[in-house]
């Protein structure tokens, strides 16, 4: 009985420390400017299919749900990913769910030659000039990378950041462990200032 209860509590623990860490991530090095206009940066993954993979869908509808959280006037989304293989590139197939499936008909940009996050910040940053504030949609943490990535390209652009919608509790809990543990070894590459947001 007792080593059920610690088992118990152990992967409550483990649950509770993958929540945490996703909320965490969700809430570095964004602010809370204001603006009426506003761009979703809307990150591809590798999608060798013809039509978005479960990841792809997951992260469209957490830009859209973006969009909504406060209304912002003039949103614009941008979808970002190349062709993997000989598929459509990730943006037109991310597109494509967002219109066909959830019914979105706001304003859409594709940027379709990134092959890495690196490539995606770089290639829409001549699409985010104009706007107030960005959001970045993905999990949190590879959109806290993302964030890294942008302030270290264009910090002037890295003070319009505010939050996106890509952490509510309970979504994806019992993934949200392993995909911390992963994320820890993907960000080992920040900078020191950068690396101070994760924990």
């Known amino acids: 009985m007792r080593r059920r209860a610690g088992l118990a509590i152990a992967g409550a623990a483990v649950l509770a420390w993958g929540e945490w860490l996703n909320w965490r991530w969700s809430q570095a090095l964004v602010g809370s400017i204001g603006g009426a206009s506003e761009a979703v940066v809307v990150l591809g993954y590798r999608n060798p299919q013809s039509t978005a993979n479960f990841i792809n869908r997951w992260r469209v509808r957490t830009g859209i749900r973006s969009v909504a959280t406060d209304g912002a006037r003039g949103t614009l989304v941008i979808f970002s990913g190349g062709a993997t293989g000989s598929s459509a590139a990730e943006a037109q197939l991310m597109a494509d ?50 964030r890294a990535y942008l302030r270290r390209q264009r910090p002037d652009l890295a003070e319009r950041l505010v939050r996106a919608d890509d952490y509510r509790p309970g979504e994806w809990m019992i993934g949200k462990p392993l995909l911390a543990l992963y994320r820890l070894w993907t960000l080992r590459g920040l900078k020191a200032e950068e690396r101070k947001v994760l924990l």
């Not at 990134?114 to 959001?135: F, G, M, Q, Y």
């Open 97 to 146: 769910y967002a219109k066909s499936v959830l019914g979105f008909d706001g304003t859409v940009l594709l940027e379709d030659q990134s092959a890495t996050t690196w490539e995606n910040i770089s290639n829409v940053i001549p699409l985010l000039e104009d706007v107030d504030r960005i959001k970045i949609a993905s999990q949190p943490a590879h959109a806290l990378k993302a």
